[in-house]
């Protein structure tokens, strides 16, 4: 009998009614998808609204499915499946446990070696939201040539490349020997760079000690413990600002941005660069009294993970995940040198999609 909607009564798919179109329009074969790009050769758009489902029968792990309109075909149950319960390949981040947070070290000279081991170390990326890489060469540049091996660099006013050490009338204060309270990078942007690699060339000074902290680990502290606090840095708007002689940015973005589901998205800290509307009252005082207590975590030991960046050594983490700082440090005491570069996450993403199904 011609159905618009069918229902699988045995095996994975038995909670689910699969619609015609939702079908027709997943149809695999060589006349429907491009075999060399995976894309459609029709548009769906213009599929019948009234498309039936003349026929269908399953054969253990396959659904064969034949339509009013003349197309037929098969389907892999598991991968309908996955695609209606939205199962990425992607690991699901974890949160930190700090107390028994080992520093997560990858050797250069192994990651690009074999696959297994960029694998593990982009699983760990995306579960932890950064990793150390030990054993690059200490030399200029060689932060281009390290975040190339993974995909493009995205370029900013600040140019593909950023140096950071101590210099007269710098554009940014990380480019001063100040300490760097924890914070995330170009809050400002349109869209925030979704990766910093941060490669230590010499960091011989006194001070200048590294920290990260979970901005996770964070959100779900605060939705446990400060639910008005977290309600209030997840709704309110805050414009990010940044100013140099050539350039003004603007974003306006919450502190926590949720997604679609209201789970955590991102985080955005930049006590230097935000402007909060003139709300009333009331609402002013509570965010002043929840951007504070985000402050006090963000700066207390109980989220921080905290290490010194030797020469040859690189920190690549998550931009829109967590926050990063640096103690102050003595520039007469020896010399300091980082250069960082940004990646987005289509790069390691991709790549780690890649790897895995091929
Ligand atoms: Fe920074």
Redesign the pocket.
């Known amino acids: 009998m011609r159905k618009k909607i069918i229902c699988i009564n045995d095996g994975k798919l038995s909670e689910f009614k699969l619609h015609s179109i939702w079908l027709r329009e997943r149809l695999n074969g060589s006349e429907f998808i491009d075999q060399n790009n995976l894309q459609r050769l029709y548009e769906p758009s213009l599929l019948d609204d009234n498309l039936l489902i003349n026929t269908h029968s399953v054969d253990e792990n396959i659904l064969n499915v034949e339509f009013s309109d003349g197309a037929k075909g098969s389907y892999n149950i598991d991968d309908l499946y996955n695609d209606i319960k939205n199962i990425d390949v992607i690991p699901e981040k974890k949160l930190w446990d700090i107390n028994n947070h080992n520093l997560e070290i990858f050797d250069n000279n192994k990651i690009f070696e074999n696959d297994d081991e960029l694998i593990k170390m982009l699983k760990v990326f995306y579960q932890y939201g950064y990793v150390i890489i030990k054993n690059t060469k200490a030399e200029e540049n060689e932060v281009i040539n390290f975040a190339e091996k993974l995909g493009p660099v995205r370029s900013t006013n600040f140019g593909k490349l950023f140096n950071v050490v101590s210099k007269p009338n710098p554009n940014d204060l990380?480019y001063t020997a100040l300490e760097?309270t924890s914070?995330s990078?170009n809050p400002y942007r349109k869209p925030v760079p979704g990766i910093?690699l941060l490669h230590c060339i010499a960091n011989e000074s006194t001070g200048g000690d590294s920290s990260l902290v979970d901005g996770f680990s964070l959100a779900n502290f605060l939705k446990q413990n400060q639910p008005e606090f977290y309600e209030v840095l997840t709704k309110t708007n805050v414009t990010f600002k940044f100013t140099d002689i050539d350039t003004i940015l603007v974003d306006e973005a919450k502190l926590i941005e949720l997604d679609h589901y209201n789970n955590f998205r991102q985080i955005r800290f930049s006590g230097r660069l935000d402007y909060v509307p003139l709300l009333d009252e009331n609402n002013l005082d509570l965010y002043y009294k929840a951007r504070k207590y985000m402050f006090k975590l963000c700066n207390s030991d109980d989220f921080k993970i905290k290490f010194r960046l030797s020469k040859g050594m690189i920190a690549m983490f998550d931009n829109l995940r967590l926050l990063?700082g640096r103690t102050k440090f003595d520039p007469n005491t020896g010399f300091r040198h980082l250069q960082g570069c940004y990646i987005d996450h289509d790069v390691t993403e991709g790549k780690l999609r890649k790897l895995l199904k091929s």
């Open positions: 990380a760097l914070h990078d910093q990063h």
